[in-house]
C-alpha cells in the first residue's frame, strides 16, 4: 500500500481503505492501466491541501499512456504549447480538450476575438510574455491555488469509464471532504463531475462552477467560462 502512497503530500490525509480491496490489488499490480502507478496520486502531490481555494474536476486520464500524467488536463505529451510558427502545436491539437482550454485562455485575455479564433490569428500574436511548457500550465494553476483532480484517476477503456469513476468515488468524496467549504469552490467540467455533485450531499456545501466539458467547441466562447477563469490569467509568465 506505501508503493501507491509515496510523495502525496503530509497535508493530505488519504485514505485508501476506501477503495474495494480487489481494486486496490488492481492498482499494486500496476498494469492495464494507465497512468503508471506512481503517478496516479501526483494532483496530491504538489499542492497542499490548506493551498487548495478551487478543485477543477476532469472526467478521467487522458487514454494515451504518454499524455495521461496523473493531473487533470496535463497532457504529459505536450513539449510545447506553441510551436515554431507560433500557432498550437501538434500535440496540443491532438488534445481537443486542451486545445479548447488554451484558446479560451486566449480570448479571456482578450488577445483573440470571438470573430477569429483561426491558426493565422495566435501566429500574429506576441508571446513574449507566455509560458509555453505544460508543466508551467499546471504550475500556473496550483499557484491559483486549483486542485487537478479527475473523477477517476486512472483509464483502461472507454467502456471501463464508469466502472472506474464509481470505484473512487467514495475517495474522492472523502479526499474533498477534508477541505474548507467557505474558501474552496469546485469546478465541474462535463456531465462525470456533475453527476458526482448531484448525487453527493457532502459535496453540494460547496459552490460550483458548472459547465460544459472543454471536449465541446462552445467551451471556447462561453460567456461564463471566460469570466471565471479570466482572473487566473493562466498563459501569463
Known amino acids: ?29 500496476d498494469h492495464g492501466y494507465i497512468p503508471k502507478k506512481e ?10 491541501m490548506n493551498d487548495v481555494k478551487y478543485v477543477l474536476f476532469g472526467q478521467d486520464p487522458y487514454p494515451r499512456a504518454k499524455s495521461a ?16 510558427r507560433g500557432t498550437l502545436s501538434a500535440d496540443v491539437n491532438r488534445a481537443t ?3 479548447n482550454f488554451i484558446k479560451m ?23 513574449s510574455d507566455y509560458i509555453n511548457d505544460i508543466w508551467q500550465l499546471k504550475d500556473n494553476f496550483e499557484k491559483n491555488g486549483v486542485l487537478l483532480l479527475n473523477t477517476s484517476l ?12 464509481r470505484a473512487w468515488e467514495s ?3 472523502d479526499a474533498i471532504d477534508k477541505l474548507d467549504h467557505q474558501k474552496v469552490k469546485l469546478i465541474l467540467f462535463g456531465s462525470f463531475a456533475k453527476s458526482l455533485y448531484d448525487n453527493n450531499k457532502s459535496l453540494q456545501k460547496y459552490d460550483a462552477f458548472v459547465c460544459e466539458h472543454p471536449y465541446n467547441i462552445s467551451f471556447i466562447t462561453n460567456n461564463d467560462v471566460l469570466d471565471f477563469f479570466r482572473p487566473m490569467d493562466l498563459l501569463s509568465v
Open 69 to 84: 500524467s496523473g493531473y487533470a488536463f496535463i497532457d504529459g505529451n505536450v513539449k510545447s504549447i506553441f510551436d515554431k
Open 154 to 165: 486512472v483509464f483502461t477503456d472507454k467502456k471501463s469509464c464508469s466502472f472506474h469513476a
Open 105 to 127: 485562455t486566449l480570448l479571456a485575455r482578450e488577445d483573440l476575438s470571438k470573430d477569429d479564433l483561426s491558426p493565422h490569428a495566435i501566429i500574429a500574436l506576441d508571446k
Open 171 to 173: 475517495f474522492i468524496i
Open 39 to 48: 503517478h496516479i496520486f501526483n494532483a496530491f502531490k504538489t499542492l497542499k
Open 97 to 99: 480538450s486542451l486545445r
Open 1 to 29: 500500500m506505501k508503493d501507491l502512497i509515496d510523495g502525496i503530500d503530509p497535508s493530505w490525509k488519504i485514505n485508501l481503505e476506501l477503495l474495494k480491496s480487489d481494486y486496490r490489488d488492481f492498482l499494486l499490480k
